[in-house]
């Protein structure tokens, strides 16, 4: 999402408007609005801490105010601006509420994505990946034989162990934006840049490991 630079004018008071959701002349909905990323949308700072309550806030006053419902009477172009600003709206607001859809976003904002540096298990969880891969064929091999009491108890230790590996990874995170908006120069942001991915990286493979556990337990719990 780019800033636009040409100087849009309101189409009821002529009034510059460019960049904003609606002309501070009037108030009227601006169809050449162009808000330069999520952030702008709820006139929030670039921050990746976000106090949610206020975002929930925000989020549901620009809801009523470009509910397409109160523009039916209205010109064409503010119709279609009213459905536009709507759709950015949703998005902005599913983006910024998720701390990992926000993380995610902050990457691409700062011309940074998990890419293929996502496609190779972070260090730190090699070993971890390769547990639970073996233990997941121990249980697949074990179903068959009637004998796979031991397994799905290992596995259940396994999916609990997870989903403390997720929490904690949702902690870092956290702390981790902490850092970023508190960054006093260009070597700690690009710092703390490095550590988002890091994280965000892991985090995925963590919640792709649990799904494949939880995946293999309920296959196992169904068919008993």
């Keep these: 999402m780019t800033t636009n630079t040409q100087t849009a004018l309101c189409l009821h008071c002529g009034k510059p408007a460019a960049g904003q959701l609606v002309c501070g002349g009037c ?22 801490t976000i106090d949610l309550p206020d975002l929930e806030q925000r989020y549901y006053a620009l809801s009523r105010r470009f509910h397409p419902d109160l523009f039916h009477d209205c010109q064409p172009a503010e119709q279609a601006a009213s459905l536009r600003m709507t759709s950015l709206v949703n998005r902005a607001y599913r983006t910024l509420k998720d701390p990992v859809q926000r993380g995610l976003y902050w990457l691409e904002l700062n011309g940074e994505s998990l890419g293929r540096d996502n496609e190779r298990v972070p260090p730190a969880l090699a070993a971890r990946v390769f547990e639970v891969q073996e233990q997941l064929e121990e249980l697949r091999a074990a179903r068959p034989a009637g004998k796979a009491d031991d397994a799905i108890r290992a596995m259940a230790a396994i999916r609990d162990e997870l989903r403390r590996d997720l929490e904690a990874c ?25 550590g988002t991915k890091t994280i965000l ?24």
């Excluded at 009227?28 to 999520?38: L, T």
């Excluded at 649990?210 to 296959?219: I, Q, T, W």
Aim: charged letters at 30%.
């Design 201 to 224: 990286s892991e985090l995925h493979y963590v919640r792709t490991l649990l799904r494949d556990v939880e995946r293999e337990l309920g296959a196992v719990w169904n068919a008993s």
């Design 27 to 48: 108030g009227v909905v601006e169809p050449a609005a162009q808000p330069s990323d999520y952030f702008d949308v709820f006139a929030l700072p670039r921050r990746l």
């Design 170 to 194: 949702d902690d870092r995170l956290t702390g981790n934006f902490t850092r970023t908006d508190a960054a006093a120069g260009k070597d700690e942001a690009a710092a703390a840049l490095v």
